[in-house]
Each structure stands twice: as structure tokens, then as C-alpha cells.
């Protein structure tokens, strides 16, 4: 089974929260997400203070942002797969939409057609970008580490006149030694060789006489 073909069955047991006053719609949306087999609730004003995981949220979207749901998202570090809830296409209204970068939108009246499509829909779209994200943050690491390795590397062969192997066989071969990363290794040799340029500088400054 493939992520995408998983997400309907994943929906079942999710924690979905629903930002919303307690009316007419709301009750609906409980109803459906209770179908589908989340654990679901309704709270109106957004809470506060958090209290359980939030996989899916949906949150009213009206003309102007609502301050009290701009706060409940800045306080997530996870951010829930988000459903926008709207009762009418108004450019005010889709301009808030695209700002707070839903995942998806449920018109309202709410019926019982629509939910689940605009869950499956926001899921594959959070998972995606969820995916995107770590593979963007491992080759920022994958970068920063090459970076590291080369300003060692630079370090060892102008300190000791040594070509670029021989420096890089000997932060791997202080690495086995030492068991631990060859960019851990790295990172050391920068920061003391970082320390040893400011000792010295500092100690030039001392000496220094200034103008008569």
C-alpha cells in the first residue's frame, strides 16, 4: 500500500478539531467525522491552551482573519492538515483563504457529501508538503555538511601543506579512531582552528604599542 493509497484508511482515529461556532454546521461536521471514525470536537471560542495533538483542523474563514485562530496556528509545531470552512467566495474571503494555506476548503451549508473528499484531499496535499519539507531540510544538511568538510579539509592542508586526500584520510581515519562522525570531526577542527586564530589575534592586539 503506497501512502497515497493509505490515506483514507488513516483517516479513521485521526484527532480532527473543528473551529467553528456551535451551530447547525457544526453539529453536521461532527456527525460526518464521527462516521468516518475520528475522534472529533467542536470548540468555539479556539481554545487557549492546547491540549491533545491535532492531525486535521477546520477552521471558519470569514472576511477578515480571526485573531483568536491566527493564534491557535502560531502556537502548533506541527502544523494540522487544515480545512477551511466558508460560506461564500468573496475575494476577501479566498484572499484569507490562500494566506492561512489551507489544504483544502469545505463550502458551507455543510452536507454530508464533501467532507470526507476535502479530507482526503487535505491529507494528501499536508503529506506531500510534509515530505517536501524533510527533503528539503536533508540536503540543506547535505549541504552544510560539504561545506564544513571543505573548510576543514582547507584548514589541514594549509597548516600541514597537505593535499586534499591526505587531509580528507586523516579526519576519516580520526573519526574511526575517535567513533565519531567524519563531519563531527570536522566541525572540531573548525572550531579550534576558530580559537586558536582569536587566541593568537588577541595576543597581537596586547602586543601591539599603539602610536607614540
Sequence with gaps: MTGDEGIIERLRGLNALVLHPRDGDAEELLLQLNRIGCRAQAVWPPPKVDADPVDIAFILVQEKPLESILEYLERQSTRP?????????????????????????????????????????????WQECRHKDRLISKLRSKVENSQKLNDAKLILMRLHEIGEQDAYRAMRQQAMESRQTVTEVAEAIIQSHSLLTSLVSHRDFDADPGPD
Design 81 to 125: 492538515s487544515l480545512i477551511g470552512l466558508a460560506g461564500y467566495e468573496s475575494p476577501s474571503v479566498l484572499n484569507h483563504l490562500i494566506s492561512l494555506q489551507v489544504d483544502s476548503v469545505l463550502t458551507k451549508p455543510i452536507r454530508p457529501s464533501g467532507v470526507l473528499t476535502s479530507m482526503v484531499t487535505a491529507r494528501r496535499i
